[in-house]
């Protein structure tokens, strides 16, 4: 069965306070893997897609990787303002399951000032 | 402005009473999606559609049915709506699966 799991549950760290949050997987035939940012009674918004392993994107204090089996996002010297839920997604290939989307638990990231 | 958008935002129904959330894009998108979002199980996929007429189960398909007969729309139906819908319903688009997907503000329902 494909699953995502997300680790931690919930994350508190100091401004400043580098750190990663973990995505892994257990799919065959991985197609993409999405992160998304999540803010309370909001709907998710894009973040970074990742297609391949070894592959790095970056975005302002975020950076996620991908191997073959987990996926980080490590947040830089993080501020209050990324404060939030972040979600990782993965469509898998081939068959009835072209389409689907699933989704991890997500890490409640919270940083104080 | 790209947009998502869902309505109600919020609806509070009771039990076997039809109802319809619609959801519409802006973007010219061909993917679209349905999820529901519950405390401690995060976001599950109901149902996607690749295209216009083209629709698959996700996850959680039982007890919802959708149409996809313009591409700009893509409805959510409950045909006898039970307590366990109870939940915080998304609507995304996208121009390929997964990738890049917006969000509507979500459609809080709760069935009596």
């Known amino acids: 069965e494909d699953q995502v799991t997300q680790s931690p549950e919930a994350l508190r760290l100091q401004e400043g306070e580098s750190s990663s949050l973990n995505c892994s997987y257990t799919v065959s035939g991985l197609r993409g893997l999405f992160w998304y940012r999540q803010d309370p009674g909001k709907g998710p918004e894009f973040l970074f897609t990742l297609y391949s392993a070894g592959e790095e994107k970056e975005k302002e204090r975020l950076k996620a990787t991908l191997t073959k089996k987990e996926s980080f996002l490590h947040i830089t010297a993080p501020k209050p303002e990324d404060s939030a839920t972040y979600l990782c997604?993965?469509?898998?290939?081939?068959?009835?399951?072209?389409?689907?989307?699933?989704f991890g638990q997500g890490t409640i990231l919270t940083v104080h000032p | 402005e790209a947009q998502v958008t869902q309505n109600p935002r919020y609806l509070i129904t009771v039990t076997g009473k039809k109802l319809t959330v619609t959801c519409s894009q802006n973007?010219?998108?061909?993917?679209m999606s349905w999820y529901r979002q519950d405390p401690g199980l995060g976001l599950r996929q109901i149902y996607y559609?690749?295209?216009?007429?083209?629709?698959d189960k996700g996850d959680v398909p039982e007890g919802y049915k959708v149409s996809r007969k313009e591409k700009r729309n893509f409805p959510l139906i409950l045909e006898s709506p039970s307590p366990n819908q109870t939940s915080l319903y998304f609507c995304?688009?996208?121009?390929?699966?997964?990738?890049?997907?917006?969000f509507g503000q979500g459609t809080r329902l709760t069935v009596v």
């Open positions: 997604a993965v469509s898998i290939g081939g068959g009835t399951s072209y389409g689907k989307l699933t």
């Open positions: 995304a688009s996208s121009l390929l699966n997964g990738a890049e997907a917006f």
């Open positions: 973007m010219n998108h061909e993917y």
């Open positions: 559609s690749m295209n216009v007429e083209v629709t």
